[in-house]
């Protein structure tokens, strides 16, 4: 199976699932105003949305998730799947809801894949920067520092051809 085919479907899959919390939580507050503190967060989860594929890592996995391994961001929400290259058979995925203080993205895995349950309930805390199509994140204790670069609709279309 082709990584734009990958991304197609897995992507729907998402879309759907987040779509539907999104609409149940963000109706139940729309009323309550917020602080500026709580808005501010909002507009950097705002360049995060999106599908992103892993460029550079310390530990890419076996098989390597380098131009493979895809994360994918709303406004809530956060999903991580690394398909095997050469079958399109899923290696792990999981994810779950994320915040953002300042620079910090908080996360907690609520689903995940056989390959990755025991991750389902933990928490954690990356240090992020965004610049253009980059995201770089850097875990404190090192595990998890790396870049991802944004995949774009126009990619995805050229890849099909």
């Known amino acids: 199976m082709a990584l ?13 699932l987040v779509f539907s919390s ?17 808005k501010e967060p909002t507009k950097f989860a705002e360049q995060l949305i999106g599908t992103w594929v892993l460029t550079e890592s310390q530990r890419p996995g076996t098989p390597s998730g380098i131009g ?4 994918f961001y709303t406004g ?3 999903l991580i799947v690394q398909p095997d290259p050469k079958s399109g058979v899923i290696v792990f995925q999981h994810g779950g809801k994320y ?3 300042g620079d910090i993205l ?10 990755t349950r025991s991750q389902i309930s933990k928490t954690g805390s990356l240090k992020i920067q965004i610049d253009g199509d ?3 994140q850097v875990d404190p204790e090192g595990v998890y520092n790396e870049t991802w670069k ?8 050229a890849s099909k051809k």
């Open 22 to 38: 999104y609409l149940s939580s963000s109706q139940a507050t729309a009323d309550e105003p917020k602080s500026e503190k709580e």
């Open 68 to 71: 493979t391994r895809l994360k």
């Open 134 to 136: 980059t995201h770089k």
């Open 150 to 157: 944004r995949v774009k609709a126009e990619e995805i279309q």
């Open 4 to 16: 734009c085919e990958i991304l197609l479907k897995t992507s729907i899959v998402v879309v759907a």
């Open 76 to 78: 809530t929400h956060w």
């Open 106 to 115: 908080s996360s907690t895995t609520d689903f995940a894949g056989a390959s």
């Open 99 to 101: 915040t953002i203080d």
